[in-house]
């Protein structure tokens, strides 16, 4: 017996659906399990205090501000060197075999696994530079590790603005570099703003990088300067869930909660950005 | 398609023009002597795109202050040779150009750099090209990344430009809103105006009209006519009746050869080469 198309078409809609659904279950279900569980540990105090009794009770306020620190640190290293390797790609590099391994050097990039720049970053910041376990190291490592990422935006942005804009400029005797400045530029920034901010938020989730690099066991202070360590949520997490007996589960989720929280403000703020600056695009 | 303040002024222009082929003659009575001196000289011009000839072995000249029509079928390098001329070509990677294009006498490719030539030599592009921001900052960009930062200054420059490409009017009102709101042949006008600002000494136009309505048509070869007394202009079209209209000169390009230059009306009512009367009728292209 034949199906008839109408059916076909059923059945091929409802698998397509199907599909689409199955994305979304383990989203809602990891923030329904985060939120129930999560949401009673955290108060003013929890967010806060510093840990107390080896980090059963307290808050998390160190490895909050820690995160946050790797985060700045990150962008003031990646973005600049991101965007400015990407203008050059873009606009300058002529198609040869050197840009070609530069490109193919920034897949790889973005294929190698984060535990490997983990221990790349100790290798070459904490050990051979000298840097120590230090907001420096891991920033740098982190900074390394989403490189790819932000170059790819940057990239990707730039070549959407359109070639015939390049030339109305040029046509007009500005040169290229004003060109890039003024027109470019400004009309490539969303896209630019939306890829740093994803590959930032990647990077405040990562635990692996951070391991040798900066992460304290145990801190229960701020650090002073960049050559400290500190805490981070991440590895804060990992060791509350594995290293430490006798946790509440309820401290467990809580900080879970806070960490995935972060990275949902962070990717709110690249979606609003976009959508923004989207709204007041004019070609 | 009536354009009747344009067409007496071609008249003027071209009775002027007809002598304007053989240069430093005619030039007795009240005319500008510098309109028959050469604003361009091309010499032995070849374009090559990788292993396509474009252009083969071109040369002719401009003289000051005409407007030199240049027509002919897909192919046969007219925007090849138009993007030569302010060196636009130098963006494409695998060309390669011989020969020579003097600009005062000057030669652009060897003793000019190209933001220089670019200043002096701009253009205008088939599909109007406004920068995504506002009528005020599209004409001001080229003066401002020019250096000019005085604000009353640029507000001189952006009312003047904007008279000279008959846009003032339509436009005064509104000029901080953005550019790309206006219609298809104010935005045209407002390209010339951006290039007016900019002082170029020779204009370009690349097929200018080919997106325009008969009635914006009409008013951007009025803004041609009024900048002759200015500005040396080379127009590029597909509309053969436009080159007649606005044309001092017309240039017949066909498969990279320059078949033949000459004023409109000779090259209108009696064309030398069969290739340009079979063209010019309509046999084909």
Redesign the interface.
């Known amino acids: 017996m034949r199906i008839s198309s109408k059916t076909a078409q059923k059945i091929a809609f409802s698998f397509l659906g199907l599909a689409a659904v199955i994305v979304i279950v383990p989203v809602i279900v990891i923030f329904a399990i985060l939120i129930q569980k999560g949401l009673p540990a955290i108060n003013w105090q929890f967010l806060t205090a510093m840990p107390r009794m080896g980090m059963r009770a307290g808050g998390i306020f160190p490895a909050i501000m820690g995160t946050i620190y790797l985060v700045l640190g990150t962008i003031v290293v990646a973005l600049p060197i991101g965007v400015l390797a990407a203008i050059y790609l873009v606009e300058y590099a002529r198609r040869n075999w050197w840009t070609r391994m530069i490109e193919v050097a920034i897949v790889n990039l973005a294929g190698v696994p984060s535990v490997v720049y983990g221990l790349f970053g100790m290798g070459l910041f904490v050990i051979f530079l000298k840097f120590g376990a230090s907001i420096l190291s891991g920033s740098l490592t982190l900074s390394i590790m989403i490189l790819p990422v932000i170059i790819t935006a940057s990239k990707e942005a730039l070549s959407s603005v359109p070639r015939s804009f390049r030339e109305a400029s040029l046509a007009l005797g500005v040169s290229k570099w004003q060109t890039i400045r003024y027109v470019v530029l400004p009309n490539a920034l969303p896209g630019i703003l939306t890829g740093t901010i994803l590959g930032i938020s990647r990077a405040a989730g990562e635990t692996a990088p951070i391991l040798f690099t900066v992460a304290a066991f145990y801190l229960p202070r701020l650090p002073k300067s960049i050559f400290d360590q500190c805490m981070a949520l991440p590895y804060h997490l990992y060791v509350l869930s594995t290293q430490v007996p006798n946790v509440s589960q309820k401290v467990q989720y809580g900080t879970a909660l806070v960490l995935v929280g972060l990275v949902f403000i962070l990717n709110f703020f690249a979606v609003v950005i976009r959508s923004y600056m989207r709204s007041k695009k004019q070609w | 398609m009536n354009t009747p303040t344009p067409i007496s002024a071609q008249q003027d222009g071209g009775s002027a023009s007809l002598l304007g082929g053989l240069p430093h003659q005619g030039g007795g009575r009240n005319e500008d002597l510098t309109r028959f001196t050469d604003k361009i000289v091309v010499e032995n011009l070849s374009i090559h795109y990788g292993s396509v000839e474009a252009l083969k072995n071109v040369s002719f000249s401009v003289k000051n202050h005409e407007i030199l029509g240049v027509i002919g079928p897909a192919n046969s390098g007219k925007t090849s040779f138009l993007r030569a001329m302010?060196r636009?070509n130098d963006?494409e990677?695998a060309t390669h150009t011989e020969g020579s294009i003097y600009l005062n006498g000057k030669d652009i490719n060897r003793e000019m750099d190209a933001?220089?030539?670019?200043?002096?030599v701009?253009?205008v592009?088939a599909?109007p090209?406004p920068?995504?921001m506002s009528i005020f900052d599209n004409i001001a960009?080229?003066p401002r990344?020019?250096g000019t930062k005085d604000k009353k200054k640029l507000a001189e420059i952006v009312e003047k430009s904007l008279k000279a490409a008959f846009l003032w009017d339509e436009v005064k009102d509104r000029l901080s809103s953005?550019a790309?709101k206006l219609s298809g042949g104010q935005q045209q006008r407002l390209?010339i105006a951006?290039?007016l600002a900019?002082e170029p000494e020779v204009i370009l136009y690349d097929e200018p009209c080919s997106g325009l309505d008969p009635i914006s048509t009409a008013r951007v070869e009025e803004a041609m006519f009024e900048l002759k007394s200015r500005y040396t202009q080379i127009l590029v079209t597909n509309n053969v009746k436009q080159a007649a209209r606005v044309g001092d000169r017309v240039a017949f390009f066909l498969m990279g050869e320059l078949v033949e230059i000459d004023t409109a009306d000779k090259l209108f009512t009696a064309p030398k080469d069969k290739r340009t009367d079979d063209y010019i009728t309509g046999r084909f292209g």
């Open positions: 302010n636009l963006l990677i933001e220089e030539v670019r200043k002096k701009t253009m592009f599909l090209l920068l995504p960009y080229g990344r020019h953005s790309m390209c951006r290039t900019v």
